[in-house]
């Protein structure tokens, strides 16, 4: 029991650092809206704790079936905090923000050829957009879609190494799937492999879609002109993090249908084997 406490103490203060950081690091934040992140971080660790530290599940998928989420926050941290380090050089260059920014900027250009994803947020820009602001935009998504890349090729890797979820083949879906009932009708191993496929073809298209739609919505709720450090930090961030996510678990649900089907064949061999011993 204390060992979770800690453990789900410890994740609750990673939580509040990634939710404050851009906040802290950024100058000319006012009181409200320190305000709202504190409230904001408060609200997310209590729910980290409350998750974390009980045996029943709650709302967080995979919560013991590692490092699924260690991985997820890992890419997102680290999306934060890469983009956070080049909107403070735009304020207050340092050597390691300049960097970031120089290589952000070259991925940026790499990626931002017609009709791919980085071409279409930078095109969800309002045309008045000065070529500053779009060069910055360009490259913060650049380096969180290059980290979204990234992280998918890591869960690959420790999907094929270490043979995820288990290798022992059990898997606790009550626990790391709350959300998925096994008992709603269909085959479990069916209803599992549609929900990767959708998982799989929103994180494929969302990319795509999100800068299609704000686009779309402009006429009727207004421009999104991310000028504001903040709305551009956590607006790539979505962007880029919640398809990466997507992908993951749909690969996730995949590989757990896979584990159930190869279950029941083996129990079907035991089956016939007992049949023919008798």
Known sequence: MITRLAGALLRAFLVVVLIAMPSIVLPGVNSDGAQIVALVALFAAALIVFEYATVYPGLVEFRDAPPFNRIRFASLFITVFLLTMVVRGEFDPTPVSQFIEVTGALIGSAIDFPYSPVRLVVLMLPPDTSIEHIALVRTAAGISYLVSLMTLAVFLIVLRLKGWPSRTGTFNVWVNLPTFDPTAGGDVVERLERDARVNIALGFLLPFLMPAVIKAAASLFG????????????????????????????????????????????????????????
């Open 223 to 278: 421009s999104v002109s991310l000028e504001n450090p903040q709305t551009l930090i956590w607006t790539v961030t979505a962007w880029a993090f919640l398809p990466a996510s997507l992908f993951m678990r749909g690969i996730a649900m995949g590989r757990i249908a896979m584990m159930i089907e190869e279950k029941r064949r083996l129990n079907a061999g035991a089956d016939d084997s007992a049949l023919l011993a008798a």
